[in-house]
Structure formats: C-alpha cells, structure tokens
C-alpha cells in the first residue's frame, strides 16, 4: 500500500513565524504535490514536484516555498505566517507516469 | 481554462435512499476523471476513476460513476447510501498535458438521516 504521511495533523502558529510542513511517501514516487483545502473552494495546488531538486508553482503559490532534497520528502515552507494561510494542507504523490494521486491525511494549520 | 463545477455544495439524504452527486467539467480533450471522499478530519481517499473504455465504472463502498462525454458530466451514485457515507466528496480531472495535474471540484457535503 501507498503511504504518505505529514509530519503534523494539527499545527497552531503565530502570525510571522516560519511554518514548515513536511510530507514522506514511501513509494518511490517521483511527483509530489501540496495543496490547500478551504470550504467552499476545494483543493488548490500550491507548488508541485516532478522530481528532486525540481519544483512547479501550481495556482496559488504566493506565500509559500517548497524544498525537495530527497525523492521521498516535499516540505511546504510559510516563510512569514500570516492568518490568511489558515487552512488545512494536502500532500499527494504519484508515479511519474501515472494519473491517480495518494493523499496523506493533512495537517490543519491554524495561525492565530 | 479547465474547471470542475459541483453544482451542490450540501446534499441530504435518508439512510436507504439512492444518492447522485453531480460533476461537471470543462476541458478540451477526453479527461481523466475521479470522485475521491474525505471524512471528517482525515486525507481523501479515492472511490473511482475514469481513464477510458466502459463509461460506467465501478468504485468501492458500493459507488458508481458514469461518464457522459455530450454532457461533460460524471455523476456519482449509490443505490442506497449507508449512514457511514456521510463525508465530503470531491470531482477531480487529471490534466493530461500538464503531467497529470488534479483540478479539484469545490466538493459537496453529504449529509444522511436516519
């Protein structure tokens, strides 16, 4: 079975902090994905990664960085948390080739 | 640009009864298409997908979706909802020319009654 796990199912920060939000997948997957779940809106893609070392911006990446010194590990990086980046935060990673996407179980994110 | 549009944002239904939930999508090419469910406070996990062939496929929990390519629809549906399948569901297209990216739904809400 695929798994992917965050580092975090729940994380309180305050405004102005660096937030880092870590995702491991354990099948050799080559692409990785972070996105951010808001009512009303679905998911939407913030950054995503073909490969190591190598990062897309996706819809709404402002804000955010990504890091990907591993095939195995994609962290989502808030550089200055703000109360707008409140949300519950996605990762998937697929095979290259592939199309379906496995989903860890998502860190909400408060910044109060 | 591509989109997916889920019409109904809360849906109720009694324990029992049939369901259908709604997708639509606007894309140009023949999509990959896929209904994931998330429960409360947990990831999404996948119920079906769609990548070519029959236009009805077959998912787990008992679900069900049929692809009308005229309509750009895949409606999801279960002949008869179980109270455990309260949870929140999302249409998806994977976009072919862009390594396969998700375009998610806005999701609906099921909500089911005893």
């Known amino acids: 079975d695929v798994k992917v796990t965050q580092s975090s199912r729940y994380l309180v920060k305050r405004t102005g902090e660096k937030v880092f939000l870590e995702c491991v997948q354990d099948m050799d997957h080559e692409n990785m994905f972070w996105y951010r779940q808001d009512p009303g809106l679905g998911l939407r893609l913030i950054y995503f990664s073909y490969d190591v070392k190598m990062k897309e911006k996706g819809d709404i990446p402002e804000g955010y960085s990504v890091s990907r010194e591993k095939k195995e590990r994609f962290s989502l990086i808030l550089e200055s948390a703000s109360t707008n980046q409140t949300s519950m935060y996605l990762c998937?990673?697929?095979?290259?080739?592939?199309?379906?996407?496995?989903f860890g179980p998502g860190t909400r994110l408060t910044v109060t | 640009a591509q989109s997916v549009t889920q019409p109904d944002i809360h849906i109720t239904v009694s324990e029992g009864a049939s369901l259908e939930l709604r997708c639509n999508y606007s894309y140009g090419a023949t999509p990959y298409l896929f209904w994931y469910v998330q429960s409360p406070g947990q990831g999404l996990q996948l119920l079906l997908k769609y990548f070519s062939g029959d236009t009805l496929v077959q998912g787990i929990k008992g679900f069900e979706a049929e692809f009308k390519r005229s309509q750009s629809s895949f409606n999801l549906r279960k002949p008869s909802v179980h109270w455990s399948d309260a949870a929140e569901y999302f249409c998806?297209?994977?976009?072919?020319?862009?390594?396969?990216?998700?375009?998610f739904g806005a999701g609906t809400i099921l909500r089911v009654k005893s």
């Open positions: 998937a990673s697929k095979t290259g080739g592939g199309v379906e996407q496995y």
């Open positions: 998806a297209v994977g976009l072919m020319e862009y390594g396969n990216k998700l375009v």
